[in-house]
């Protein structure tokens, strides 16, 4: 489907999206870094897209910097055992993006009188490890960007399907950030969970855990606290 082909509800909600996140990204151009103190071997954006790159060519199934979802989930007392998830392949997959300039609006669609066309994005780096715990299956991304306080911006579109957010809700998460060290569980169904990364250098990271919302209705064990449990104790794998 084209931008000319969105309804007018598809083209108010895409415009909502964009604009939350666009006026997320100018604000953060003039901010400082959110890296926090990073502890020995904390992460940095050039780690994360070197690993990510490296996964494009050479597939596996172990999750990388010692992320172990098992110890995770029963460290926030979760019953069960999680399985690598073989249904795109391998487990753990890798992509990068170089970045965007500043696109037009789709056609149609209202927009911010100071904000002529859709930020430029900078590049990025994402990692998903997926696993199957019961008859749900769990994703952990880690996604990272070169420039401070704008991944969770640009992870937007996935933080509203993995919460399945309205646009209102989908704002707040682009206004009410977590800081370096904190996870916050997202959406009423409480089927993900947020944190940013304390890490090395320039950039932004964060790792969302979430439930992956095309195995069906959520598991209810893996939901709310326990998932943003799970999700703290990854981030403290990290460390």
């Given at each position: 489907m084209t931008a000319a082909q969105l309804t007018a509800a598809q083209r108010r909600k895409l415009t909502a999206v964009f604009a939350a996140a666009g006026i997320a990204l100018g604000a953060a151009a003039c901010s400082s870094s959110?890296?926090?103190?990073?502890?020995?071997?904390a992460l940095s954006y050039g780690s994360v897209r070197s690993t990510a790159e490296k996964l494009q060519q050479?597939?596996?199934?172990?999750?990388?910097?010692?992320?172990?979802?098992?110890?995770?989930?029963?460290?926030a007392g979760?019953?069960?055992?999680?399985?690598p998830d073989h249904e795109y392949g391998h487990?753990?997959?890798?992509?990068?993006?170089?970045?965007?300039?500043?696109?037009?609006?789709?056609?149609?669609?209202?927009?911010p009188p100071a904000m002529p066309s859709i930020p430029a994005t900078p590049p990025h780096a994402d990692v998903i490890?997926?696993?199957?715990?019961?008859?749900?299956?769990?994703?952990?991304?880690l996604f990272a960007v070169p420039q401070p306080e704008v991944a969770?911006?640009?992870?937007?579109?996935?933080?509203?399907?993995a919460a399945g957010l309205p646009v209102a809700a989908l704002q707040q998460v682009a206004t009410e950030q977590p800081g370096p060290g904190q996870t916050r569980l997202l959406g009423s169904k409480g089927t993900a969970a947020l944190a940013r990364i304390a890490h090395q250098g320039e950039g932004d990271i964060v790792l969302m855990l979430s439930?992956?919302?095309s195995t069906g209705e959520p598991d209810q064990a893996l939901t709310g606290e326990p998932l943003r449990k799970a999700a703290a104790a990854l981030v403290d794998q990290l460390h």
């Open positions: 959110a890296g926090g103190v990073p502890g020995p071997g050479d597939k596996q199934d172990t999750c990388p910097f010692g992320l172990d979802l098992g110890k995770a989930l029963q460290a979760i019953p069960g055992t999680a399985t487990a753990v997959q890798g992509s990068v993006g170089d970045g965007l300039p500043p696109q037009p609006w789709p056609s149609g669609a209202s927009h490890c997926a696993y199957q715990v019961g008859t749900a299956r769990l994703d952990l991304e969770v911006n640009l992870l937007l579109p996935g933080i509203q399907r439930q992956n919302p």
